[in-house]
C-alpha cells in the first residue's frame, strides 16, 4: 500500500472515530439534558460538533460529567447499525422521534434530491437520521483521544433568521500524543487571540453605544496603526503612487452606474434620504427656479467609486499611464451580526486601497510590481505563513449572472493574465472558483487566524468592466478614446484586518519600530528619575516613543509590568548607570542584560526603527 493510500485510510478511520463521537455525544447530552432537541453533529478538521436545542442550559462546567457519560457508553461497546428506510417510513420515523428540524431537514433532501429512502444509525437505545460511515462499535473509538472544547451558539442551518441552538465542539484523533499536542498548539494560539490581547494591550475597544463592528481606535492601536500606514506610503512613493483623500459617502446613483449596489446592497448601510435645494436654471442663483429635490446617500462600502471620479477629474493620455492613485479610506459594510468577530470582521474599516488605471498592455507588468511590493511589505513585517489564490467566476453557478459581469469572454482573457503573471513569478497558487470580485478576477493571499478560519488578508484584482460604465477614457497612441483597465490593489488589506493578524503573529509583542511603546526607563530609585527624564527627553526629541516607569513600584515590579506589556526595550538606571552616562538594556524575552554607552544605544535604537528591524541589534 503507498504512502498516500495509507494516509486516506487513516483519513477514512479518523472521520468515522468523529462521526461517531458525534453521536456518543448527543446520546450523553439526552442522557443528562432528557427533553433536548437535536441539530446537526458532523466531522470537522480537528474533532466534531453537535447542535442542540436544550431542555436546561449546558456550560463547560458540565464537561467532566458529560465526558465521563460519553466514556461509559463507548465502553459498552455499542454497535452502529444502519437502517434504509422509504421516504415516507423515514419521516413517519423522524416523527416518532420527535425531532422537529430533523423532520425539516429531511423533508427537504427528500424534495431537493428526489430521494427515495432516508438512512439512519442506532447505537444502544440512540438513533438518528444519518448517512454514516461510523465504526463498527464504540469500543472502536479511542477513550483517550478527544476532549469537549467549548459551547457556543449557532443559528439552526446558519440562518440569524432561524432559532438559536447550543453547539458542543469537542477535539478528536487517533491516539492521545496527537491529542496532547493539538490541544497544547490550540491554547498557545488562545493566547495569540488578538480579541484577548487586543483588550489587554489597549490597542482597541468595541462599546455598544457607538455600534457592533465599529472599532474605536486606543491611543496603542492608533501608535500601530499610523505606523502601518507610514510603512505603505513610503512603499507607495517609492512606486510611483499618488496619494488622494475622497469622502466617506456618496450619492447612491454613484453606485448603481458603477454596478455595486445590485451586488452589495445587503452588505451597505441604508440609504439616508435628504431634501436638496436644486436649480432648474444654474444661472438661476436665488432666483424664483430654485426647488427641492429628494436626495439619496450611501456609506461607501469601497473607494473604488470615488478614485474613478479622481482619474475622470482631468483630461487623460496614453502617456499618463500607468496612474496609480492611493488612499487609506474609510468605508463600512454592514456585516452579518453573526460574521463580526474582533478586528478580523468589523462594519467600519480603513483600507490600504490604490487603484492602477492602465493599459491591457501594461497589465502584467503592473501586477508583477504589485506582487514584488506585496513580498517587500511581508519580509518586513515577518509574514510567511500564507498561500496564494486565484479567484475566478464560476460559470456553472446558476446564480452566477446574479454576482458576475455577464461577460464570459473578458473573463476567460483576464484569468488567463492573472495565471500567465503567477506561473511567470513562480508562485504556487490554489484556484477559487466563484470567488472572484463581480467585475473582474482577483489574486488573493489567505492567511489562517490562531482559530483556524481562513481569511483574505491582501489582495490584487483586474477589473475589466467598472471602468466602462463610468465613462472612463483615455486618448491613445492613435488619437482615439480607449477605456482603461483598472487593478484594485491592497497589501495591508485594512488596519482593522491587518493589526489583528499582527497581533496573533506576534503574540502582541511587536518590533521596536511598530511597538506603541518602544522604550521604557526602570530606575532603581526615585533620586535617579532626573538622568532618566533626560534620556526620555532625548529620545523623544529623535522621535522615539519613550517612557518613564511609574517611581513608586520596586525594579522587579518595573520589569514584571513591562514584561506584561509587552514593551521592547526596558532601560534600567541606577547608580552605575548615572556615573558612566550609560543604560543597561533588558530586551523583551531575553534574559540576558547588557550596558551600552547612552549614544552608543540611541545610534542604535534610532537606527532600527528607520530600518524596521525586529529588534535593536545589541551585538
Not at 333 to 343: I, N
Not at 390 to 404: A, H, Y
Amino acid at each position: 500500500m503507498s504512502e498516500t493510500q495509507v494516509e486516506e485510510v487513516e483519513k477514512d478511520d479518523l472521520y468515522k472515530v468523529r462521526h461517531s463521537l458525534a453521536h456518543v455525544l448527543a446520546q450523553a447530552v439526552l442522557e443528562i439534558r432528557p427533553g433536548s432537541t437535536l441539530g446537526f453533529g458532523p466531522p470537522i478538521s480537528d474533532g466534531f460538533y453537535y447542535d442542540f436545542i436544550l431542555s436546561e442550559p449546558l456550560t463547560e462546567e458540565d464537561f467532566p460529567a458529560l465526558m465521563q457519560k460519553m466514556k461509559k457508553i463507548i465502553k459498552k461497546g455499542q454497535r452502529f447499525d444502519r437502517e434504509d428506510l422509504s421516504a415516507a417510513d423515514g419521516l413517519s420515523r423522524i416523527g416518532e422521534m420527535g425531532e422537529p428540524y430533523k423532520m425539516e431537514y429531511g423533508a427537504e433532501l427528500i424534495e431537493k434530491n428526489n430521494l427515495e429512502t432516508l438512512s439512519f444509525y442506532r447505537n444502544g437505545p440512540f438513533l438518528d437520521m444519518c448517512e454514516g460511515p461510523h465504526v463498527h462499535t464504540t469500543k472502536d473509538i479511542p477513550r483517550d483521544a478527544f476532549k469537549l472544547r467549548s459551547v457556543a451558539g449557532a443559528y439552526w442551518r446558519g440562518n440569524s433568521d432561524n432559532v438559536m441552538m447550543t453547539r458542543i465542539y469537542a477535539w478528536a484523533f487517533l491516539d492521545k500524543e496527537t491529542l496532547d499536542a493539538h490541544v497544547s498548539a490550540y491554547e498557545e494560539a488562545q493566547a495569540r487571540d488578538h480579541k484577548k490581547l487586543g483588550r489587554e494591550l489597549g490597542i482597541y475597544t468595541i462599546d455598544n453605544d457607538i455600534g457592533k463592528g465599529l472599532p474605536l481606535w486606543l491611543p496603542n492601536g492608533t501608535i500601530i496603526r499610523d505606523e502601518l500606514e507610514n510603512l505603505a506610503k513610503e512603499l507607495e512613493f517609492k512606486a510611483g503612487y499618488s496619494r488622494v483623500a475622497t469622502p466617506h459617502l456618496a450619492k447612491e446613483s454613484l453606485y448603481h452606474t458603477t454596478g455595486h449596489l445590485p451586488y452589495y446592497a445587503e452588505d451597505m448601510y441604508p440609504p439616508m434620504e435628504l431634501l436638496e435645494s436644486a436649480l432648474d436654471d444654474e444661472s438661476d442663483e436665488g432666483g424664483s427656479g430654485e426647488r427641492l429635490v429628494k436626495e439619496s446617500y450611501r456609506l461607501r462600502p469601497m473607494n473604488c467609486p470615488h478614485h474613478h471620479k479622481v482619474f475622470s477629474a482631468e483630461p487623460r493620455s496614453y502617456r499618463d499611464l500607468p496612474i496609480r492613485l492611493a488612499e487609506y479610506g474609510q468605508v463600512y459594510r454592514f456585516e452579518d451580526s453573526g460574521a463580526v468577530s474582533g478586528l478580523v470582521r468589523v462594519r467600519g474599516m480603513c483600507m490600504n486601497d490604490a487603484h492602477i488605471y492602465c493599459t491591457k498592455e501594461q497589465i502584467k507588468d503592473e501586477f508583477k510590481a504589485v506582487m514584488a511590493m506585496y513580498q517587500e511589505a511581508y519580509g518586513i513585517l515577518g509574514l510567511d505563513k500564507f498561500h496564494v489564490r486565484l479567484s475566478k467566476w464560476d460559470p456553472e453557478d446558476p446564480k452566477g449572472k446574479e454576482k458576475f459581469v455577464d461577460n464570459p469572454q473578458a473573463w476567460r482573457d483576464s484569468e488567463q493574465v492573472l495565471e500567465e503573471v503567477l506561473n511567470e513569478l513562480a508562485i504556487d497558487y490554489q484556484v477559487g472558483l466563484g470567488e472572484g470580485a463581480f467585475y473582474g478576477p482577483k489574486i488573493d493571499i489567505q492567511f489562517s487566524t490562531v482559530t483556524g478560519r481562513e481569511e483574505s488578508v491582501s489582495t490584487v484584482q483586474l477589473d475589466f468592466a467598472v471602468p466602462g460604465r463610468m465613462g472612463l477614457k483615455y486618448v491613445g497612441s492613435d488619437g482615439e478614446e480607449h477605456t482603461p483597465f483598472c487593478i484594485h490593489r491592497a497589501p495591508f488589506s485594512t488596519h482593522e484586518r491587518m493589526v489583528a493578524f499582527l497581533i496573533e503573529h506576534f503574540a502582541g509583542a511587536f518590533p521596536t519600530w511598530l511597538a506603541p511603546i518602544q522604550v521604557q526607563l526602570l530606575t532603581v530609585s526615585e533620586q535617579y528619575d532626573d538622568y532618566a527624564n533626560e534620556i526620555v527627553a532625548r529620545l523623544r526629541n529623535q522621535m522615539v516613543r519613550a517612557e518613564l516607569a511609574p517611581s513608586n513600584d520596586t525594579l522587579p515590579k518595573k520589569i514584571r509590568q513591562g514584561a506584561t506589556r509587552k514593551i521592547p526595550n526596558l532601560l534600567i538606571i541606577g547608580e552605575r548607570e548615572v556615573a558612566d552616562g550609560t543604560v543597561t538594556l533588558r530586551r523583551y524575552g531575553h534574559q540576558q542584560q547588557q550596558t551600552f554607552a547612552m549614544a552608543d544605544f540611541e545610534h542604535r535604537l534610532v537606527d532600527a526603527i528607520k530600518r524596521r528591524l525586529p529588534e535593536v541589534d545589541a551585538d
